[in-house]
């Protein structure tokens, strides 16, 4: 069965979380509770973006594939076909991250 | 009798949420408690959207038949000639699910 | 004596909520607390709307004679000539039912 | 000594509220904890209405003369050369009144 | 030494309160605390007004000598060179006396 | 070392609040509790302004130099190279003081 | 391993703060709890701005490089590649210091 695809609306983003290593440079295998907090994702889909009161369309301020740093707390959960993926909406995304 | 049509007003979405399935793949019953919480559901009807100030009638989102992503919280139980459909504003509506 | 009338102002909208049936079908008389709650309404009368701030009258959106679906709470109980009537917000009316 | 005229500013409006019949349509005095609470008026003076954010004059919505349908609560009680009367924004006046 | 002048900023107006008559019509002297509350006041000086969204200046209400009626709370008592005035709002003032 | 200067941002105002005189006219030296509290300042240096919904820039409504008169509560302490200065916004500014 | 690079969204402000000197003058070491408190920082980069509500884009009023003064609080601590920095909305930085 293929996987079903979510389509943001308005100014939501699709975000996958970047999961923190769970094993160190030299190969050790952390516990759960050493593992460090990432805030940071990836952008798996945009919504259209938000209409302002003069009527135009506000598009969103990432795209599909950026690397994004997210807030400390925000964003929902939401589980769809055993994957788990957020929903931010545009405003809460803090920055870009560039290598 | 035939049964009744609502026309949503404003913003407002009808929704029919999806039930989950009550049996296993291997057809075992599943007791009400165990049953997965499913946040989905068709759009039934689509009010014809909210005015903004500039006068502008902005549409909703999602169009009759949609399958949708609803939030955890939020949307108005409607008990309608027997039925159970649900009312969410255009801007709960997380998202569109495509196969 | 005739009834006095009253015409809303702004977006108000005059409503008289419809009454459950206090007889079964098959003519058994109901007590008053196994009565089921009727959240439906008709349009006795509407307000001429608000402005936005474009300076335009946004009409309401429902007309004398529809039937109504309302909300759980909200409105307000007027007594009108020993009358018990409703004022709504137009904002605050879900839709409209249609046989 | 003439009394005193109020001109209300922006969108208030002055209205004297009416009294409940002291007498049954027999003649027996009420006591005052036994008369109907009514929430009518007759509207005294109105403001000259409120400016909109694109700078257009919105003129309140009832007149001098006005019959007219007050909220159970609301309102300020103004004392003026001994009379009470009472000042309403516009947009809590609930409706006029027609016979 | 001249008395400084205060020019309110924004929609801000200077008023000096009417303060009750100490003595009784037949000549009486009066306790403060038998003294009527009066909620009235002289403008003595207004702001240029406030801009509104679309930029132009809306200019306050009332003007140099008005006598006001003002609400029961609210304004900010100001000491000026010994002398006690307010300064309020044009908003809260509201109204104007005519005698 | 010369002194830093601070160049506010937005509709901020930056303000040397006035010291009440330590001394009696008649030279008497006062304890600091003694001292009244003066709501007065000078104007250092101000913003920009900020700008409206329209996009315009409004400016704040005083300039360098002139004497105000400061509310009761509000302003932001700042240390600056040892100097203590008073930051507000335009908006909190009562009035300008004029001898 | 390069370091990566963090491009703010709409009117945040990457921010470097200024750590007090850990030394006297005369070259005795502070202990932590010696140290003052120094609320200024370096813009490191900025957000595009945020657009108002007639759709045009209001550019931050800082720009990389600049020295500022910053709120007592707020701001959010983010942790980069070991580095902690911090993003300020451009309406919380109170003003820029020149020499």
């Known amino acids: 069965m293929a996987a079903r695809r979510l389509i943001p609306l308005l100014d939501r983003v699709l975000?996958?979380?970047?999961?923190?290593?769970?094993?160190?440079?030299?190969?050790?295998l952390l516990p759960e509770s050493a593992l460090p907090k990432v805030n940071e994702g990836v952008v798996?889909?945009?919504?259209?973006?938000?209409?302002?009161?003069a009527g135009d369309l506000i598009p969103v301020g990432v795209k599909e594939g950026d690397k994004v740093l997210l807030p400390e707390y925000g964003g929902s959960l939401i589980k769809l076909d055993q994957k788990?993926?957020?929903?931010?909406?545009?405003?809460?995304?803090?920055?870009i991250l560039k290598d």
């Not at 975000?15 to 050790?28: D, F, M, Q």
């Not at 798996?44 to 009161?53: D, E, F, S, T, W």
């Not at 788990?84 to 920055?95: K, P, Q």
């Open 15 to 28: 975000i996958e979380r970047v999961v923190a290593a769970v094993k160190t440079p030299g190969g050790v």
């Open 84 to 95: 788990e993926i957020f929903l931010y909406r545009d405003e809460e995304i803090l920055g």
């Open 44 to 53: 798996l889909a945009v919504g259209p973006g938000r209409r302002n009161q």
